[in-house]
């Protein structure tokens, strides 16, 4: 029956394949351009194999406690309090995490989506659904991600067809000719928008294993990473040098094809789809950190965990906004190591140390 | 209090508690004894309870015992009554409650007959195709139209009183062995717990089985097509029948039950597949299109193509009212002529159309208040939203809640409502069953009759959705 309040494989096959998805492409390309150029895709290549080696070591560790969630994993290991306070420091680094993608779509739909500036209002309204997923909670993911993955692969498929006519991938060569320092620059200022394996790692013991998950999942996020990559390099390809000033990129990709000019922007459509898909992808963390904090706090009342974390993003966005740029090269340069000291190196040491604990009765 | 031997004092007592001039007291001899009829003159088959119960009882042997007594009429539904309140009840069901002299107690002899309108084909849910009767107010009817569908032990049938006033006859109706009984047994629970007045109408039964009061979706199904309710019991859901309603409910209710029509299975398969597609296409432009032209004029001029972009800037011209006042204008009038049109007197219909659709709309346009795109896709959205009726309720709000925020916020404010919905349909649940199954969570052998439906013969499994005990409906040859 699947009713049942576990989730299933297959939803958190299609999250990755639509929500981390379609948040990696609005600006990380241009972004990645900027720094590697051409080699872009090689700079993405880097980032999907170091997250994609997380989740499988956070498969990996799914296997081998059966049906416990991560915090079950702490508790048993180091005790309650241990597990809230790792707890803790995930769920500010999913606030962190949030940040950026917000404030990329709050730009995206205000500069790409609108011809006049809207007014504030425009983008505050997303905190109202955002809230209201964050309090349907987990199962809301992944039964959303059943509906979206179809309009995310829409959206692709729209603009994948209306810029690979454009596309001249001989813009992309020499293959290797950019220097593997500006590729490892390329990786580094666009890591923000990776960690799904911290996803995962939450989701552990909140889905049903069932026969060969680990194989099914990773091979969604090579899926993810595939089209990612494809996206980017059909995106240099049309664009060339001039891919780092493609900012909200779904808009830019496929504005130039000759059938536009007969039926009009239906490339906006994509870019409108985009939107719908990134509402929940923005969400995403909303939602993680709010069933974090809700694990390190215990509140009697589901809206309080979903009012702080929204409540903090909200005020954040509006208070911080017109220092982005400068908040956004803080953490993509310098908080990045914090980022991946949290998300990966804290995750890791207590997961080994909770397996070298269990073997030692034994 | 008891029926005692006294007939004089029941007949005092009974008098006081069913105290109204349409409640006959008839007396007679039964054999060597007085006897007393008590009946609802308006209700009662005069014919049958002279033939059938008085009848014989003139000639019978009094001395014997009253159930023995009850033996001898030949009225087939005939009950022993013993309390005074008891009997009184049976006579408002319409039953006459015999009475003799001497006896303590009395029975029971069901003899009703109402006026009922005869069996026609629904007016809500017409076909070319199919079988055309529908229920009718009676339950009586409306289960011998399930018995002659179904003629098999399995089918439950499970009767039950609503309403302290008005006694409201309501059947649950159940497969065994399809249905899953911890539904039948919750939904009963459901009706239990009910303290009301009266229940004139099902509908009155879906909002009381409803599981989150506030929703603007429906939760409960309803159809008047005995063919329709017999094939959802099929699939595992109950079925319930009120007295007085000509609407069958069923439960648990999935959202893609309004997009099929019983017609769609009794002809060919493609045909079916294109009309469900358009039945959703219908319903998306009814809901979002008022408002997408709205956000495209206000803040998204680039999406409209540039030839059209050029007749609505020529229609537009001059026109006093922003484009969202326009288009909230025009569906405000458009359900004020939808109302009108349900309520007036039918001979005053055609008078109506040349109002609405001439007067209103061409002088209107005339007048340069409103342009012809925007009365265009008012006209547009106003006739898509018919393609699924049981939606209506729904969509018809949904199309201002869009409209508002459209012409507010734009083309964003569409998306968030959007995704606002796809999250609340999709986390909710409906008796344990997900509203908008088999799309999610997806279940792929359910896909054979969604929007998508696949031939009639080739649908072998009960929907898994419903949790149905047996899932598979189908069996190969032999097997």
Known sequence: ?362 | MIIGKDLLKNEKILKALLCSDDVIFFEFTAGSKNALAVYVDSITDKETLGLQVIFPLKNANVSQSVKKLAKTITCANVKTVTEIKEAANEVLNGSTVILIDGKAGGFAADVKKFDVRAIAEPPTELAIRGPRNGFIESIKTNLSLVRRYLKTTALKIETTEIGKYSSTSIAIMSIDGITDPSLVKKVKEKLKSVKIDSVPDSSYVSKILYERKNSLFKQVGSTERPDVLIERMLEGRIGILVDGSPFALTLPYLLIEDFQTAEDYYISHYRANLVRALRVLAIFLSVFLPGLFVAAQLFHLQLIPLNFLLTIVNSIKGIPLSPSLEMFFLLLIFEILNETSIRMPKYVGMALAVVGALVLGETAVNAGLVSTPAVLIMAMSGISIYTVPELTETTSLLRFIVLLIAGSVGGYGIVLIEAFLTCYLCATENYGVPYVAPYSPLILNDLQDGIYMSDVTSMPFRPQALNAKNKRRQYADGK
């Open chain 1, 1 to 362: 029956m699947p009713t049942e309040n576990k989730i299933c494989v297959r939803q958190i096959c299609f999250m990755i394949l639509s929500c981390c998805l379609i948040g990696k492409i609005l600006v990380a390309p241009a972004l990645g351009a900027r720094y590697a150029s051409e080699g872009l895709w090689i700079s993405f290549l880097i980032n999907f194999c170091a997250d994609g080696a997380f989740v499988f070591f956070v498969l990996k560790l799914s296997d081998k406690f059966p049906n416990k969630t991560f915090f079950d994993i702490l508790k048993n290991a180091f005790g309650k309090v241990f597990a809230k306070i790792i707890y803790f420091f995930l769920f500010v680094f999913l606030l962190f995490k949030a940040f950026i993608p917000i404030v990329e779509q709050k730009n995206y739909i205000e500069i790409a989506l609108y011809e006049t500036s809207p007014s504030v209002m425009t983008f505050a309204l997303y905190f109202l659904f955002s809230s209201f997923f964050c309090y349907k909670g987990l199962k809301a993911v992944a039964r959303c991600s059943d509906i979206v993955v179809w309009a995310s692969s829409l959206g692709i498929i729209i603009l994948l067809a209306l810029s690979i006519p454009l596309t001249d991938l001989t813009n992309l060569l020499p293959i290797i000719g950019v220097p593997f320092t500006k590729i490892l620059d390329g990786a580094k200022n666009t890591f923000v928008w990776y960690f799904d394996g911290v996803y995962i790692l939450l989701l552990i013991g909140n889905f049903k294993p069932e026969k060969a998950y680990k194989r099914k999942i990773m091979l969604s996020y090579a899926g993810m990473a595939l089209i990612t990559i494809i996206y980017s390099v059909i995106l240099y390809g049309e664009f060339g040098a001039l891919t780092e000033r493609q900012y909200f990129s779904p808009i830019q990709m496929g504005k130039s094809n000759v059938a536009l000019s007969n039926v009009g922007r239906i490339d906006y459509i994509a870019g409108f789809i985009f939107a719908f898909v990134d509402a929940f992808a923005i969400s995403l963390p909303l939602v993680f950190a709010s069933y974090s904090i809700q694990k390190v706090f215990e509140f009697k009342n589901k809206l309080y965990p979903v009012l702080t974390v929204n409540g903090a993003l909200l005020i954040s966005l509006f208070v911080a906004h017109d220092y982005f740029i400068e908040i956004f090269r803080f953490l993509s340069k310098k908080a990045i190591w914090g980022y991946w000291a949290i998300a990966y190196a804290m995750p890791l040491i207590v997961a080994t140390a909770a397996l070298v604990k269990r073997r030692k009765p034994q």
